[in-house]
């Protein structure tokens, strides 16, 4: 995401850098198209938050060594807006990018120039956690790459009856509830299937064996395709064009900023089933753009199964939603986002040059 925006502010002129974990087969260095990226350290995810905010202080410390100078420092990680303004206020104004539900962190980032809400109900939650930051709270949601995500020409050509999920399996995103309502959904229409796209590795985010093992007994005898990660943006935009409705059942309350797979999804046409969370609605309007299942029901999985039963008799209701939300989506293109950035960072910048 923080690549392609780099490669926008980069055509416009402007000098940017980025410092990002190491990963095997990535070089430590290198400049794409402009824009300068050096990688170093970091740390898998583990079961544990205290070992990881402990790991992650010092990867903190190590990145503020290497920030250059600059009047911007754009970043979403934990412990850096405040290491950061602290020890080297030189590397630039901090703007945190608030991607996540916010845990009571914000207090922490008082001297920030700006917050970043990635949605309306983070904006709102970090102001309500931390009332001195209000006023420097906005909402720049999450872009993605709308000259890869997108319609195919012949929106008739995908009728293969695929409901599609992308992202990590873990139990927070409900996928348990997703194979329970295919369950329910198969006895009537057994001419669909589920095709699960996202890691279920701890280090990559996802529940891990013993979620796996579940999943796998709830899907026994059901027509499930495990497909594991796709990192490929090309490959998995295939992917999304060939769904017939893309299921996102999240149950993460307060976990959730605002998704970019639905959004991905709604870029490629394909029409969307939510969970009820807030953070949908920044870019989905039921009937519209998209479609919202009860997940706080006493029976979430029987919810989505009937609204899935619903809407699989209505080919022309779907294609209609799925046109609709492609053209939702192109809102939240690398162009449109780095725009309300950079609008931002101007004000910043002047407001420090006239003081």
């Known amino acids: 995401m923080w690549l392609g925006l780099a490669l926008e502010f980069a055509r416009r002129g402007h000098e940017v850098a980025i410092l990002a974990r190491a990963y095997p087969g990535q070089a430590a260095q290198e400049t794409i198209e402009g824009v300068s990226i050096v990688r170093f350290g970091g740390f898998g995810q583990s079961r544990f938050v205290a070992l990881d905010l402990l790991r992650n202080l010092f990867y903190s410390l190590r990145a503020t060594s290497l920030l250059p100078s600059a009047d911007i420092l754009v970043t979403n990680d934990f412990w850096l807006p405040m290491v950061a303004a602290a020890l080297r206020p030189a590397a630039g104004r901090v703007v945190v990018n ?56 012949n929106r008739a050509a995908r009728r293969d009856r695929t409901l599609l999920y992308v992202g990590r399996l873990h139990p927070e995103k409900g996928i348990h509830i997703l194979i329970e309502a295919l ?21 990559q985010g996802g529940g891990g064996h013993a979620y796996e093992e579940r999943l796998r007994s709830l899907a026994k005898d059901l027509p499930v395709e495990w497909m594991g990660p796709v990192f490929d943006h090309v490959e998995l935009a295939r992917i999304l064009r060939e769904g017939t409705l893309f299921c996102y059942p999240s ?16 870029a490629c046409g394909l029409p969307i089933v939510t969970s009820d969370l807030e953070c949908f609605r920044d870019y989905l309007v039921e009937g519209e753009t998209g479609f919202v299942f009860d997940h706080r029901a006493s029976s979430p999985g029987r919810s989505l199964a009937d609204r899935i039963e619903a809407l699989a008799s209505k080919p022309a209701l779907l294609a209609r939603v799925g046109a609709r939300a492609a053209e939702r989506a192109t809102d939240f ?21 006239q003081r």
Request: contains cysteine.
């Open 98 to 153: 608030a991607n996540r539900f916010p845990k009571g962190q914000y207090r922490l980032y008082r001297r920030a120039a700006f917050i970043a809400a990635a949605s309306t109900v983070v904006a709102r939650e970090v102001a309500r956690q931390c009332p001195a930051l209000a006023s420097r709270i906005r909402v720049v949601a999450n872009p993605i790459d709308t000259h890869v995500f997108r319609p195919l020409e």
């Open 183 to 203: 369950a329910m959904f198969f006895q009537t229409r057994s001419d669909w299937r589920l095709r699960l796209v996202g890691p279920i590795s701890e280090d």
């Open 251 to 266: 149950v993460a309350e307060t976990g959730e900023a605002l998704p970019v797979a639905p959004l991905e999804a709604m």
């Open 333 to 353: 293109g690398y162009v449109e986002v780095a725009d309300r950035f950079l609008a931002e960072f101007e004000k910043i910048v002047g407001s420090a040059a």
